[in-house]
């Protein structure tokens, strides 16, 4: 069986009541619920973690090392700032899925600069929560 790591960055805690307009209504846990249920239905062995903290994020991305056969993780604003995230997700050598609710793209200049993206496999961003269930299907497929 397949095993998935999914990490949440900072601040998804508030989906659903964080700017609604730019992350939609659907909170963190009916994602994870949802997560959930399309991995059972993959044959995937699921883990989810949400975290505010950058080393938090970092130790997990280690630990990964020794379970996951895949990373689906939204860096959420440490996207954008966090070399040492970058660093963590190339130094474990397992296929890692960058993504995003939001078309990081279409926002902000700071919010256009992934330092994450050079170091993954892919990155679904812009389709809101889809973009986690298409990250799940990517995963699924992936070879380590």
Not at 10 to 37: A, S
Not at 68 to 75: E, M, S, V
Not at 80 to 94: F, G, L
Not at 103 to 132: L, T
């Amino acid at each position: 069986m397949k095993k998935v790591l999914v990490i949440h960055g900072p601040n998804l805690n508030l989906l659903g009541q964080r700017e609604p307009d730019v992350y939609g209504n659907t909170n963190l846990n009916k994602i994870n619920n949802n997560l959930e249920e399309k991995a059972k239905q993959l044959g995937i062995e699921l883990k989810i973690v949400q975290s505010n903290h950058e080393g938090e994020i970092i130790t997990t991305i280690q630990q990964a090392m020794n379970w996951a056969d895949c990373l689906i993780i939204n860096p959420a604003a440490y996207t954008h700032t966090s070399v040492a995230i970058r660093d963590a997700v190339s130094s474990i050598n397992i296929p890692t899925i960058e993504v995003h609710l939001s078309n990081i793209y279409k926002r902000e200049d700071f919010r256009q600069k992934s330092f994450i993206a050079p170091v993954a496999v892919g990155q679904i961003a812009g389709f809101g929560e889809m973009s986690y269930y298409l990250a799940l299907e990517a995963a699924a497929q992936l070879k380590k």
